[in-house]
């Protein structure tokens, strides 16, 4: 029953979006980022590809059909030139039919990922079919292949760092999680942990393969194409107005939909603190679990990358696929909570669904348009709240695991 009903509002609202022939300006937003870029790179070279009045050409005729050719802003692709390659072939294609065969490439890969996942993670507690499937109709899911976006890349670089670091293949490990450079906010907690971890094989593999994938984006594009990328990163510091920052779902987005809804800038002295504090917990975390090998480590990944999600300057929910493998090992260990898995299922759907009924109202007249910050606060909180919820969870995992420790230690010294 449940998994019915995510397929009815899922497929409902891809069917909207398709009447409407909203495709590139919501179906497919960001398939048609990459589509532009692969096109640009094909005919213009890389030196292009980052160009935002090119990406306007581009982009503005296929996008902008529900807007004013003045009211479009471009969508950029912040990624090195080794990434955009493979959409090189699918510009090759017109959008649609390329969306579509994107979608299902992704789709079966997700499916088989995690799949091939939990038959090679030494389950000690057999994985419910239908946990799995929750998990694969989860909101991040349904977002990313909604979106048209590359988290599947993410989810598999995740996956087998952790698969590898908990088999003690430090090394490897290290090696898949430079494929997280596609999105290296995504690293701006993790490597400071293997720091802490002291767990250099793993530093080692992440600077191999990163070094590898920088020298492949050289090759390609030339050293320009580095100015031009920095420059874009520079700008998404700052603010692109397709960055879309009011549904983000980390601390950054409380404090821009706070600011619109108070007129000023009050929302940062809220958010700053919250940021601290989530980083602190964070950093706090990573004291216990000193074997590796233990769950107790493979929770601690799932506190970081929580907290990685709230505080990274740039974090949209569909990134959260990243944490699938490690809920799914954890699940596999009888390690997770019950609570924690029906909330990561069960609420961002329900925000997501009371945010599209509150949008009616105020569409019908029936509620002010001033409720609009509420609304992009809603969406942003959906991630937001589960994030925090993983991370205060965690934390209270090792407070508990640490005082049982403790009273074993004292009862054994009696």
Not at 92 to 100: K, R, Y
Not at 299 to 318: E, K, N, Q, R
Request: net charge positive; with cysteine; hydrophobic share 55%.
């Amino acid at each position: 029953m449940v998994i019915a009903a995510f397929l009815v509002f899922y497929a409902g609202q891809v069917i909207f979006d398709m009447a409407s022939s909203n495709y590139c300006g919501n179906l497919a937003i960001d398939y048609c980022a990459f589509w532009s870029a692969g096109k640009i790179a094909n005919t213009n070279g890389y030196e292009q590809v980052y160009n935002l009045d090119r990406l306007w050409e581009i982009q503005q005729p296929i996008a902008s059909k529900h807007m004013l050719p003045a009211q479009y802003a471009p969508v950029p692709v912040p990624y090195l030139p080794v990434f955009i390659a493979p959409f090189q072939l699918f510009a090759l294609l017109d959008i649609v039919p390329g969306f579509w065969i994107w979608t299902i490439i992704n789709l079966a890969g997700i499916i088989a990922y995690l799949v091939f996942f939990t038959r090679n993670i030494g389950q000690e507690k057999p994985i419910k079919i239908r946990a799995l499937l929750l998990l694969i109709l989860s909101l991040p899911v349904f977002l990313d292949l909604f979106q048209g976006q590359v988290n599947l890349w993410l989810m598999i670089c995740t996956g087998e760092f952790l698969r590898k670091i908990m088999d003690d293949k430090p090394f490897p490990a290290g090696l898949w999680l430079g494929g997280l450079l596609i999105k290296p906010q995504i690293l701006v907690l993790i490597i400071p942990m293997l720091l802490y971890k002291r767990s250099f094989s793993a530093i080692y593999g992440f600077a191999v393969s990163s070094f590898g994938l920088v020298l492949i984006s050289l090759m390609l594009g030339g050293r320009t194409v580095f100015l031009q990328l920095l420059q874009l990163w520079i700008g998404y510091s700052g603010g692109l107005p397709s960055n879309y920052p009011e549904s983000m779902m980390n601390w950054r987005m409380v404090a821009y939909n706070i600011n619109a809804l108070f007129y000023s800038q009050i929302g940062w002295w809220i958010a700053m603190p919250c940021l601290i504090v989530t980083s602190l917990l964070a950093i706090y975390q990573w004291k216990f679990s000193s074997n590796r090998l233990s769950v107790h480590f493979a929770v601690t990944i799932l506190g970081t990358f929580a907290a990685t999600s709230a505080v990274a300057w740039h974090s949209h929910f569909s990134m959260s696929m990243i944490m699938l493998p490690i809920l799914l090992y954890l699940l596999s260990r009888d390690a997770l909570p019950k609570r924690v898995f029906s909330l990561w299922v069960f609420l961002p759907p329900s925000l997501m669904l009371s945010v599209y009924i509150i949008a009616s109202f105020i569409k019908m007249g029936l509620l002010p348009t001033s409720l609009y910050p509420i609304l992009n606060l809603m969406s942003g909180l959906r991630g937001l709240i589960l994030n925090i919820y993983i991370l205060m969870w965690v934390t209270l995992f090792h407070h508990q695991t640490g005082q049982k420790k403790q009273q074993a230690l004292s009862r054994f010294d009696e």
